[in-house]
């Protein structure tokens, strides 16, 4: 479907060649391309954010299924968190999941940009699939090297409760040994600095990047094809069922392949974890739980990832449309 309008010929006050008819898809790309890289990182920021705090109980879920020793299923482990600790305990650990975003997003839209736009110098066009994808790469292992320590401190701040187990009328089926929860991720960090030394910050980076080599790949890889394979018909807008479709598909490929590292990550962050190298993680749980336990808390980690994705594309797609309108609104009329 062509997209053909008045805002056509301008985008920002800069002429656009007569003969170029855009798709949506296309449209939205070079509207985007035109933002400065500025409010491109902080709308990502922004949306990566919104969308944090809507999914934020599925990483609570997720967590602590990994951690529980025994099989739980992910019902059974949402209907422990809401007896114990209520409702506030499916948001534990938000201020760092919120931190995650600054640090982790921010960075990696930053470096990713600043890279694109020097291929495009360098090569005068964008970058083509295999560049796209190198670049994603290098942008995520800087994204997620940042991001690492409110990654850690998201672990410790979910994997600890707030209620003692007295108050745990009836009693769980799931254990409940809980201590006082730092308020926000900022002292659970001064915590660990203090306790265990800054460098416990990046415990776990390692695996952090390699799950972020993977979730990287299948969003450069599979999101961006996908969405090509829906757009090419006339039927598919570029709306919330399009980042529907596209996110469940990529997202299952994502969640199947980085799981496994994440299982790695969250028991290595661990404050019980007492196993000096990740890859002794990995053995172990090989030898006494066998090949298909990596995969634990799959359900809520795909849902996770499905809905992160959706809220975040539609709510940068928002922002974007009303950062353009803006710009277009308040230039000279020609």
Request: contains cysteine; hydrophobic residues 40%; glycine residues 6%.
């Amino acid at each position: 479907m062509v997209f053909e309008s008045s805002k056509s010929a301008h985008i920002f006050g800069r002429p656009v060649p007569e003969d170029v008819s855009w798709t949506r898809i296309d449209r939205a790309q070079k509207r985007l391309e035109m933002i400065p890289t500025r409010f491109k990182v902080a709308m990502g920021v922004v949306s990566g954010m919104v969308a944090t705090t809507a999914v934020h109980p599925l990483d609570v879920i997720k967590v602590r299924l990994q951690l529980f020793p025994k099989k739980v299923t992910t019902m059974r482990m949402l209907h422990r968190i809401m007896v114990c600790e209520g409702t506030r305990g499916l948001y534990a650990g938000l201020t760092a999941g919120l931190l995650r975003q600054l640090t982790y997003t921010g960075s990696r839209l930053y470096v990713y940009n600043a890279l694109y736009d020097k291929y495009k110098k360098d090569h005068d066009m964008g970058p083509d699939f295999a560049a796209r994808l190198r670049i994603g790469i290098i942008a995520g292992l800087v994204g997620a090297f940042m991001g690492t320590p409110s990654e850690i401190g998201l672990v410790r701040m979910i994997e600890i409760g707030r209620l003692r187990r007295s108050r745990c009328s009836p009693p769980c089926s799931v254990s409940c040994k809980y201590v006082q929860r730092p308020e926000n991720v900022i002292l659970q960090l001064l915590r660990i600095a203090r306790r265990e030394g800054v460098a416990t910050w990046w415990r776990g980076a390692v695996p952090t990047l390699i799950r972020s080599i993977f979730v990287t790949t299948t969003q450069v890889g599979v999101y961006s094809e996908v969405r090509k394979a829906f757009t090419r018909g006339e039927h598919m807008d570029t709306g919330i069922k399009l980042h529907l479709y596209t996110a469940a598909i990529s997202s299952l490929f994502s969640a199947f392949l980085s799981l496994p590292v994440d299982q790695v990550k969250t028991r290595y962050q661990s404050y019980q974890e007492r196993h000096r190298r990740s890859v002794d993680i990995l053995t172990s749980m090989l030898r006494k739980k066998g090949l298909l336990y990596l995969w634990k808390g799959f359900l809520p980690y795909y849902i996770r990832q499905v809905i992160h994705t959706v809220i975040s594309y539609v709510v940068l797609d928002k922002l974007v449309e009303q950062y353009v309108d803006f710009q277009e609104a308040t230039q000279p009329k020609r």
